[in-house]
């Protein structure tokens, strides 16, 4: 068995996430507004935060509650991507002035 090293392992890493960034912009450009690729901007979104936050900040060596606050901040930005998508004038309403 194999050991990648921990560089080779960030260089795979970091092309992940050029692959995950090109797919995505060629999403957004080439479709429709839809759910589907709202649903697909944010899982990728969410995917590459906790990928940099990870690897390329070593959060997985964070104390516990900074991990789970950086954590949750991945998942909670896609979550609101998908709900403004969902209900963009009842949130315009909410943030009237």
């Not at 960034?21 to 979104?45: G, K």
């Not at 590459?48 to 789970?68: D, Q, S, T």
């Not at 609101?80 to 209900?87: A, D, G, H, N, Q």
Request: glycine content about 2%.
């Amino acid at each position: 068995m194999q050991v990648i090293s921990h560089y080779r392992l960030l260089d795979y890493v970091w092309l992940t996430l050029m692959a995950m960034t090109i797919s995505s912009a060629f999403i957004a450009e080439a479709t429709e507004p839809s759910l589907w690729a709202t649903l697909i901007i944010a899982v990728t979104v969410a995917l590459k935060g906790l990928l940099v936050a990870n690897r390329f900040m070593e959060l997985h060596n964070a104390h516990p509650y900074i991990r789970a606050s950086i954590n949750f901040y991945f998942c909670l930005v896609p979550f609101m991507i998908v709900i403004v998508y969902l209900f963009p004038e009842f949130l315009a309403d909410m943030t009237r002035l």
